[in-house]
């Protein structure tokens, strides 16, 4: 049985009536909802596009529903996962629960089991929930490191084109920085050029597990860059995602893609580190990455998860998160993402971003006032993924959820699992795959 709450009309002209909509989301002047930061309005829906948003009320009854102030939002975007690791948490789960634990258990797995049947039955798995919780786009980073970059990106170029109109899928590679001070490197930009991908590495060295900023950072960075600059690609980067405050390589990626004049876009992941540091160093780091254009995607779910763990069952005293007001406040543009799924990175998740922003909103108190922050799980990856999504606008397809919630405070207190999911005007099935689908690759 379909969970959606709402039955979309069976006509091609139809009208979804008195919803409340992010005020940031549309475009025009509307009626104030009757709760903060939201408009009141009618949407027109014709052939599977927005054809008119109105002031709630003005269309007729007959046209469609009276949704009550339910709570429309666009689809949403996720512009920072792994669908690769995805679901691998029942045959190989973190021991420890921090990121070093994560790392090897992932390197184990990895090495065991990721053949192309393998990735590809958990990636499809991972945008199959994606899609019926209302993603309607995805950016996935693969494991790069030789020969996984082989087998995976094959298998990435696939699944996007299978996939392709229900949630549109972008990749970044992701290796240790120091495969690019050799040979692997040069061949992995390849493999990401001719997958239409970013190129993207973990600001660390393999070969320095213990240096956050290794010796030859700079030189590794410099390659990493006339690498993309010479194939036209954007980066996409894991930068300082650690307690330690001596990792400051955020700073360096800036005054890199300032040094040569980079004309790509560059998203930085996590940039945790950067929370531990004084204030003058962090507005003098935000300041940098302003100037060098780059965008932030913070990912708190699993920043909570894995970090200022210990072995000794003491309690975790910091929440693990970037200092995304003070980004946010300096004009870059900040996203929330879902990172990790059941894997040894993140042992919870469900591809859910509603789910992502709910959360967020309390780990990083991004509220009182809510304001915006709508954008950083809609509008924002969208713009930082360079599609056009994630705002409600006429012309767009209606590609949409609509929400028993009839405001912020009722979307954020109570999990949103009778959402009605509507893609091209038409509501899908929300019912979710089921794990046991897995249990063959999985379950051992
Ligand atoms: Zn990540």
Not at 377 to 406: H, N, Q, Y
Not at 425 to 438: F, N, S, V
Request: with cysteine; proline share 6%; aromatic share 6%.
């Amino acid at each position: 049985m379909n969970p959606s709450f709402l039955q979309t009309p069976d006509t091609s002209r139809y009208a979804l009536r008195r919803l409340s909509a992010p005020t940031c989301l549309l475009d025009g002047e509307f009626p104030a909802a009757r709760t903060e930061g939201l408009s009141a309005v009618d949407l027109l829906i014709e052939q599977g596009r927005i054809a008119g948003i109105e002031p709630a009320g003005t269309l007729p009854a007959e046209l469609g529903p009276d949704l009550d102030a339910s709570m429309v939002l666009p689809g949403m975007v996720d512009c920072h996962t792994h669908l690769d690791k995805g679901h691998i948490w029942p045959r190989q789960p973190n021991a420890t629960g921090d990121g070093a634990g994560a790392a090897k258990a992932t390197m184990t797995d990895r090495s065991a089991h990721w053949s192309a049947e393998d990735v590809r039955r958990r990636m499809e798995f991972g945008l199959a929930t994606a899609h019926a919780k209302g993603v309607v786009a995805i950016r996935t980073h693969l494991d790069s490191v030789a020969p996984q970059a082989s087998i995976s990106f094959p298998v990435l170029r696939e699944v996007r084109e299978r996939w392709a109109g229900r949630v549109e899928l972008q990749v970044s590679s992701i290796a240790p920085l120091d495969i690019f001070l050799g040979d692997e490197g040069r061949q992995l930009a390849d493999i990401v050029a001719e997958s239409g991908g970013r190129l993207g590495a973990v600001t660390r060295f393999a070969k320095h597990p213990d240096n956050p900023v290794p010796p030859e950072l700079d030189d590794a960075l410099a390659r990493l860059f006339t690498l993309a600059m010479e194939r036209g690609l954007d980066l996409d980067l894991h930068v300082d995602e650690s307690t330690d405050p001596r990792a400051r390589t955020l700073i360096h990626v800036a005054q890199m893609a300032l040094k040569k004049d980079f004309q790509g876009r560059i998203l930085c992941g996590h940039c945790t580190a950067l929370a531990l540091q004084t204030d003058d160093y962090i507005a003098s780091t935000i300041a940098a990455c302003r100037d060098a254009h780059i965008d932030i995607v913070s990912l708190p779910t699993v920043n909570m998860y894995l970090q200022d763990r210990s072995p000794e069952a003491r309690t975790p005293r910091w929440r693990g998160v970037t200092t995304l007001h003070e980004m946010k406040a300096a004009g870059l543009r900040v996203a929330v993402a879902g990172d990790n799924c059941r894997d040894p990175f993140y042992a919870y998740g469900d591809h859910d971003m509603l789910d992502t922003f709910t959360q967020a909103v309390k780990i990083g108190h991004l509220d009182h006032p809510l304001g915006d922050w709508i954008r950083a799980a809609t509008e924002t990856p969208a713009a930082i993924m360079g599609i056009d999504r994630g705002r409600i606008e006429v012309g767009s397809r209606a590609d949409l959820l609509v929400l028993k919630a009839r405001s912020y405070s009722e979307m954020l207190a109570r999990a949103q699992f009778d959402r009605t999911v509507i893609r091209d005007g038409k509501g899908i099935d929300t019912t979710l795959p089921d794990y046991r689908l897995l249990d063959d690759l999985v379950m051992g």
